[in-house]
Every structure is written in structure tokens, then in C-alpha cells.
């Protein structure tokens, strides 16, 4: 059982930025896919960004409200998943979650991921 631990969450102004970090509790050789989700009050979970490594390569997708501002990254021990999030507005406030699946390519549908953390929130006031 893998088990994510995130952190990084908390009140920022708008134009402000944030790292979030996600800990895996189990090292991986093997191909997978990392990502952050985001839920805001009354809306569907989205995609923020993903992060796919196969082989020697990572690959990377973006959602539209994250592309440009986002960056996702992840450490060579597949161990840590970072999200460097600038430029940030009100629209960003959400519970931000770290998920990730053993499938070598990105998924939007959450039901696509075997591990979750429990999501630190982020708020960004204007």
C-alpha cells in the first residue's frame, strides 16, 4: 500500500506563489503517473497537472486553468511530486490532492488512480 502525504497549503494573496509537495512512502522503479487534483466548493474534481515517467523520460500535462502558471515536477526516486504554482488568483482556491497510478500515462478521470493523499487547501484571496 502506498501511502501520499502532502504538504504545502495555506493563504496566499492573489499574484502570490506556492509549492505544494506530495511524499510517497514507497520508492518506485517502474513507469507511473503522478498528479495533482483540485476540487473547489460546488465544482467536479479537475486536473491540475500530471506527470508521467517512463523509462528515462517524464512527460507532462497541464489543464487549461494551470498551464502557463503551473509546474509539475517530480524527483528521480519517484518519490517526491511538486507543484510550483505562481501567479495565483482567487479561481485557484481549492483542496488541492496528490494522486498517483501505476498506468505510464495520465488520466482525467480520478477513478483512473490507485493512491490518493488527503489534500491540503489552498486559498487565495484577492
Known amino acids: 500500500q502506498v501511502h501520499l502525504l502532502e504538504s504545502g497549503g495555506g493563504l496566499v494573496q492573489a499574484g502570490d506563489s506556492l509549492r505544494l509537495t506530495c511524499t510517497s512512502s514507497?520508492?518506485?522503479?517502474?513507469?507511473?503517473?503522478g498528479a495533482w487534483f483540485r476540487q473547489a466548493p460546488g465544482k467536479e474534481r479537475e486536473l491540475v497537472a500530471a506527470?508521467?515517467?517512463?523509462?528515462?523520460?517524464?512527460?507532462?500535462h497541464y489543464g487549461d486553468a494551470a498551464r502557463g502558471r503551473f509546474t509539475i515536477s517530480v524527483d528521480n526516486a519517484k518519490i517526491s511530486l511538486l507543484l510550483e504554482m505562481n501567479s495565483l488568483k482567487p479561481d485557484d482556491t481549492a483542496v488541492y490532492t496528490c494522486?498517483?497510478?501505476?498506468?505510464?500515462?495520465?488520466?482525467?478521470?480520478?477513478?483512473?488512480?490507485?493512491?490518493w493523499g488527503r489534500g491540503p487547501q489552498v486559498t487565495v484571496s484577492s
Open positions: 494522486a498517483r497510478t501505476q498506468r505510464s500515462a495520465y488520466s482525467l478521470n480520478p477513478n483512473d488512480y490507485e493512491y
Open positions: 514507497m520508492r518506485t522503479v517502474h513507469d507511473g503517473t
Open positions: 506527470i508521467s515517467w517512463i523509462g528515462r523520460g517524464t512527460y507532462t
